[in-house]
């Protein structure tokens, strides 16, 4: 075989790599044996040679890579006694390893951990049965109907309410939702005369947010877009205000989110943020509703928030600590789900585990770990 019959065959094999690694949930699985450097060299009489395996879409268990292999085992053997580069393929010696876990060669960013951790797949499915079940009319379904489910946060509408006394709402003003979720909050401020853009890392938050507004028929008021907070596809000057509801907590740099916020906000725009804060020291408990581990966990103090909003050009209007209204607010959840979990409610953004994380967000502000804290500031 010639080397520009090889060069073609790396070429294809890279693209299907390359592929590969921009989907969702795919790359290389493992790594059992490390070469030094991006050469590999195969020599003759290693069978197989090099095997290029992948995470399967459908999530089958690849326990033995020999079960799950690429066109790359025939490949493999027309590449014996070449040196070549292979960035993203895999030596595997004979005999075949058995996997008892999967590595992966590229590991998520936090911000891909953070929107899998969200997805819960037929989310949507999920929240038309439990209003059917709820005895929902879905014809005649109304914003408040979803409050239970789509208000995503501590103190639920509630918190919404009160957070809207301080934004300085009026008719037609366009607002931005930074991590939209849902959708909940964006339709409470649809419903009061707003134009609301919402964004989130979340592709599943994000189509069920567009089915859920057009259930309520505030579509014509709210759109929604995945995207990330720290690069914000917008002009600059575009918004009439801004607001952020729990979603600082899975953010490591706010500093970055909040320079992006003021660059779309028009001058004299009011941002408003209602997030868990940062009131102590000592270890968090895991798992929390917004995060399994503290890996994608980013709970800073009031005085960061500050500090980070006024180096991007925000002066502070408003600052308010709600923990005791959190704690009522907590104690009213757990005594009405003590008979087991209502039909509707955010339970089913959070899975299996919300009632443990549930529990350990009222430790926390119990005991001073955690305390969620308003803060609206004025872009200057």
């Known amino acids: 075989m010639g080397r520009e019959h090889l060069d073609q065959i790396l070429i294809s094999v890279e693209k299907i790599v390359a592929d590969e690694f921009q989907r969702p949930g795919g790359g290389c699985v493992v790594k059992p044996h490390y070469c030094s450097g991006r050469f590999v060299k195969c020599f003759s009489g290693c069978q197989p040679l090099l095997w290029l395996t992948f995470h399967l879409h459908h999530g089958r268990p690849l326990d033995d890579v020999t079960q799950h292999r690429t066109g790359m085992q025939m490949v493999s053997g027309l590449l014996t006694g070449f040196e070549i580069d292979l960035p993203h393929f895999i030596i595997y010696e004979n ?66 309410q009160a957070l809207a ?65 720290l690069e914000l596809p917008f002009d600059s000057g575009t918004f009439d205000g801004a607001y952020t509801i729990h979603v600082g907590m899975n953010i490591a740099d706010k500093a970055a989110v909040f320079r992006e916020v003021a660059r779309v906000l028009k001058p004299g725009a009011r941002f408003s ?75 089913l953004l959070m899975g299996e585990h919300a009632p443990l994380m549930l529990k350990n967000v009222n430790i926390a502000i119990a005991s001073g770990l955690l305390t969620p804290v308003e803060l609206v500031a004025v872009a200057g």
């Open 95 to 160: 005999p075949a390893p058995r996997l008892t876990h999967l590595n992966r060669e590229k590991p998520m960013n936090i911000e891909q951990q953070v929107a899998s951790y969200y997805t819960r797949g037929m989310l949507e499915e999920k929240i038309v049965g439990v209003m059917r079940s709820a005895g929902k009319n879905l014809e005649q379904l109304r914003p408040e109907d979803l409050a239970a489910i789509d208000e995503f946060h501590l103190g639920g509408r509630e918190a919404t």
């Open 273 to 347: 943020i209602y997030d868990l804060m940062r009131s102590g020291d000592g270890p968090l408990p895991f798992p929390m509703p917004w995060a399994q581990t503290p890996e994608t966990s980013f709970v800073a103090s009031v005085d960061e928030y500050r500090q980070a909003l006024q180096a991007a050009g925000f002066r502070i209007d408003h600052q308010r600590d709600r923990r005791q209204f959190a704690l009522e607010f907590m104690q009213r959840m757990m005594g009405q789900s003590a008979s087991g979990p209502p039909v509707v409610g955010v339970h």
């Open 165 to 229: 006394d301080f934004m300085q709402l009026r008719p037609g003003m366009h607002l931005l939702d930074v991590g939209c979720g849902i959708g909940g909050p964006a339709r409470y401020f649809a419903e009061r005369g707003c134009r609301v853009t919402g964004i989130d890392l979340t592709e599943e938050f994000v189509r069920v947010a567009e089915s859920l507004t057009r259930m309520v028929k505030l579509d014509h008021n709210v759109g929604f877009r995945q995207a990330s907070a």
